[in-house]
């Protein structure tokens, strides 16, 4: 017999797969990998990997793009404390482990949710609320919160023992941690780390590009790198902080984006605006912010502008935006 077991990656998830593996039931671990995600699995031996390999399981990764930035635009029950729509992400994961347990012919579904652990998703009318849009009441198993709350199908049918499943609940970490010590489980990500989404400062640009009607693949991707600035509705500029980011600035330019460089003989970063600069004095805007970025304190600077795809160029002797200045554009 076979079960499906969401596996974040976090303790709660690793433990949660543990009980059921012990139960002699063939376990495989769905990861669902959203744009806010910390880890894409492109070549990686993330703490998601290493879970599943120490549980000694197969992991499935599902990638949620489009169908995940739709849902954050406009989540049918709100965000958490940041920019995260966790009830509305719940049940879009569940939905995917429903359709990996049609597939493989996997009986039920694992979480490591834990009643009353998260202020938002957990409590217990949203837990029922969640499998009920998710469409699977009755055969989704928590088994470290199993015994307070109802019993579920493979329960009732004896797939599984429910003696053998925890009644736990509460924000309180000890008893997980105590249970983490006696399966010598140690490599583990804290609760929602991987979720950028929960990250205040990352909120606050997901919101901007909400906001300006930008929320794209294309425009998150750039979320991960540089200095952000919102020069008006149409136009942002990111600045890269290191060598690192404006190799990847170039990297992720498409046609039409703007570049920004300070000339050859100056140490500064690189740039990208994207959308329609409003004229020429947008343009000098940008130029003012590189120039404040820019290792040379001088009163003026050229900065090099082109637009991605042109070969045209054009050079910008401009006075360095104080640090009010930029800062009254830094989202
Ligand atoms: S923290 Fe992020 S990944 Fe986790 S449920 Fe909330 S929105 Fe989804």
Redesign the pocket.
């Known amino acids: 017999m076979k079960a499906i077991s969401l596996i ?1 990656g976090g303790l709660d998830s690793v433990l949660a797969t543990k009980l059921i593996l012990d139960q002699g039931i063939d376990v495989i671990g769905l990861n ?1 990998v ?1 744009p ?2 910390s880890c894409t699995h492109n070549n990686c031996n993330c703490v998601v990997k290493r879970a599943a390999n120490k549980l000694g399981i197969e992991l499935k990764v599902v990638n949620l793009g489009e169908e995940f930035l739709e849902i954050l635009k406009n989540p049918s029950y709100g965000y ?1 404390k940041n920019m ?3 009830i509305d ?2 049940i879009l ?1 569940l939905k995917k482990a429903k359709e990996a347990m049609e597939n493989t012919g996997a009986k039920f579904i694992v979480t490591g949710e834990v009643l009353g652990q998260r202020p938002m ?1 957990q409590k217990r009318p949203t837990l029922g609320l969640i499998e009920k849009k998710a469409g699977v009441e009755g055969i989704l198993v928590r088994p470290l919160s199993a015994k307070v709350l109802d019993a579920t199908e493979p329960e009732k049918n004896g797939l599984i023992d429910r003696g053998k499943l925890l009644g736990i609940s509460g924000r309180g970490r000890t008893e997980q941690i105590f249970l983490a010590k006696t399966f010598d489980i140690s490599d583990y990500s804290t609760p ?1 780390g ?2 950028l ?2 990250y205040q400062g990352y909120a606050k640009k997901v919101d901007d590009l909400i906001k300006h009607n930008q929320l794209t693949l294309d425009n998150v991707f750039l979320l991960k790198i540089g200095r952000h600035f919102r020069l008006s509705p149409q136009h942002k500029l990111i600045v890269g902080r290191d060598e690192k980011e404006n190799i990847q600035l170039f990297a992720l330019a498409k046609k039409g984006d703007w570049i920004y460089e300070p000339q050859e003989e100056i140490r500064g970063p690189v740039a990208l605006g994207r959308g329609e600069p409003q004229g020429e004095a947008q343009i000098e805007q940008s130029c003012r912010i590189v120039a404040r970025y820019c290792d040379e304190n001088k009163s003026d600077l050229e900065i090099r502008v082109k637009q991605y795809g042109d070969d045209s160029q054009k050079n910008i002797r401009c006075a360095p935006f104080k640090d009010s200045e930029a800062f009254a554009f830094r989202i």
């Open positions: 974040s669902c959203t806010f995600s958490g995260n729509p966790c992400c719940k994961m998703s929602a991987g979720c989404l929960t």
